[in-house]
T-cell receptor, first 113, second 116 residues
Framework: RKEVEQDPGPFNVPEGATVAFNCTYS??????FFWYRQDCRKEPKLLMS???SGNEDGRFTAQLNRASQYISLLIRDSKLSDSATYLC??????????????FGAGTRLAVHP | ETGVTQSPTHLIKTRGQQVTLRCSSQ?????VSWYQQALGQGPQFIFQ???????GRGNFPPRFSGLQFPNYSSELNVNALELDDSALYLC???????????????FGPGTRLLVL
C-alpha cells in the first residue's frame, strides 16, 4: 500500500465548477499535511497547509480527518489558471528528527472554458 | 520565485556515468532536501542535509550521495547511472530540519536528467 494515495484523475471541469480532491495516508503518526500545486514541467509549490480544524484560503478549502486518515481539497469557482496537478503531501513523523515529505502521485485538473 | 536555484536545468548522460547536480538554498535556510520525481509520479525523498551533515535518508542506494557546504548550498551525486535514474531532481530548502511540524520546504525548478 502506498503511504499517500490520490485519485490520479484527470478531472476535466468547466470554468466556475466546484471540484473536490481526496487523499488518504497510511501512517497514523503523521504530523503535518499539505497540498502542493505543480504546473507542467515545473516545481511543486505550496498551495496550503491543512489543519485539523479545516482551513480556507479564498476559493480553496482543505479538510483533515485524522480518525479516517483522510485529507481533502475543495476548489470553488474553478478558473482556467487552476489547471495543474495537485499533490497531497504528508510529513509522517518527527521521530526521525528530520523534515521528510511524502507525496502522493498527484491528481490532474484541467479546467476548460 | 522561491529563491532556490538548481543547475544544470537539463542533462543527458549514458548508463554507467556519474553526475553531479547543484542547489543553492534560499537565504537564511540551513537545510536542503533532495527529491526524485519520475514521470507521472510524485517526488520521492532521497535525503536531507542540515548544517553540512546528512540528517535523514530515504530508500535510495548508496550510489546516491550528497554534500552540503558552509554556505548551505548542496550537491547530489549519482554514480553508475541506470536508465531508471531518468527523472526530475528537485531540491528544497527550509529554515530548519523539521523540529517544527509546520516547517515549509521551498522547491527549486529542478534538474531534468535523461540517462540513455
Amino acid at each position: 500500500r502506498k503511504e499517500v494515495e490520490q485519485d490520479p484523475g484527470p478531472f476535466n471541469v468547466p470554468e466556475g465548477a466546484t471540484v473536490a480532491f481526496n487523499c488518504t495516508y497510511s501512517n497514523s503518526a503523521s504530523q503535518s499535511f499539505f497540498w502542493y500545486r505543480q504546473d507542467c514541467r515545473k516545481e511543486p509549490k505550496l498551495l496550503m497547509s491543512v489543519y485539523s480544524s479545516g482551513n480556507e484560503d479564498g476559493r480553496f478549502t482543505a479538510q483533515l480527518n485524522r480518525a479516517s486518515q483522510y485529507i481533502s481539497l475543495l476548489i470553488r469557482d474553478s478558473k482556467l489558471s487552476d489547471s495543474a496537478t495537485y499533490l497531497c503531501v504528508v510529513n509522517p513523523s518527527l521521530s526521525g528528527g528530520y523534515n521528510k515529505l511524502i507525496f502522493g502521485a498527484g491528481t490532474r485538473l484541467a479546467v476548460h472554458p | 520565485e522561491t529563491g532556490v536555484t538548481q543547475s544544470p536545468t537539463h542533462l543527458i548522460k549514458t548508463r554507467g556515468q556519474q553526475v553531479t547536480l547543484r542547489c543553492s538554498s534560499q537565504s537564511g535556510h540551513n537545510t536542503v532536501s533532495w527529491y526524485q520525481q519520475a514521470l507521472g509520479q510524485g517526488p520521492q525523498f532521497i535525503f536531507q542535509y542540515y548544517r553540512e551533515e546528512e540528517n535523514g535518508r530515504g530508500n535510495f542506494p548508496p550510489r546516491f550521495s550528497g554534500l552540503q557546504f558552509p554556505n548551505y548550498s548542496s550537491e547530489l551525486n549519482v554514480n553508475a547511472l541506470e536508465l531508471d535514474d531518468s527523472a526530475l531532481y528537485l531540491c528544497a530548502s527550509s529554515r530548519g530540519r523539521g523540529t517544527s511540524a509546520q516547517e515549509t520546504q521551498y522547491f527549486g525548478p529542478g534538474t531534468r536528467l535523461l540517462v540513455l
